[in-house]
């Protein structure tokens, strides 16, 4: 075969270090949920939903070809960081988890997704980012281990 085709969904979820509500102001959440969606369409995986609330974000995506999970996070993880420091003056301890969690996603299962990352403020009303992300990894089978999931 002479090419090479893929079409992979993730979410990713990741939160501000010790759960800081570093991005408790609307205006700064959207421009970082932009500045997170300009580095997807830099490195080839493009954003099909971009969201969160004050402690951490989802984002759905259809990965590059030439990328893996880990890279992508890592740029979207370092480049905002950088960024938001620079950009928003009190914000120069800014700095997102260690960790993450990316998850598969079928393409049928798109659209819900794109619903559930829109409705987060909602959402955070009835559920914290820590049930929330134990109940993720629960629905994937990933085991874990409490003591090194949060940071």
């Known amino acids: 075969m002479p090419q090479s085709l893929a079409q992979i969904y993730v979410h990713i ?16 959440r959207g421009a970082m949920h932009g500045y997170l969606v300009g580095i997807c369409e830099k490195q ?5 939903a ?15 070809k030439t990328c893996d999970v ?5 740029e979207l ?15 120069e301890a800014f700095h997102w988890q260690h960790g993450y969690g990316a ?3 079928s393409p049928s299962h798109l659209e819900a997704l ?6 987060q403020e909602e959402h955070h009303r009835r559920e914290s980012f820590q049930d929330e992300f134990r109940r993720l990894l629960k629905t994937y089978g990933i085991e874990f281990d409490e003591r090194y999931v949060w940071d």
């Not at 794109?114 to 409705?119: E, G």
């Open 44 to 48: 080839g995986s493009p954003s099909i």
């Open 114 to 119: 794109q619903v559930y990352i829109a409705n």
């Open 77 to 91: 993880k370092k480049g905002s960081s950088t960024w938001i420091k620079t950009q928003f003056p009190g914000l």
């Open 13 to 28: 979820v990741f939160s501000t270090k010790d759960r800081r509500r570093f991005l408790k102001d609307a205006k700064i």
């Open 70 to 74: 880990a890279s992508l996070i890592m």
């Open 50 to 64: 971009t969201g969160g609330v004050e402690d951490h974000v989802h984002i759905a995506c259809r990965l590059s």
């Open 103 to 105: 998850f598969s996603v």
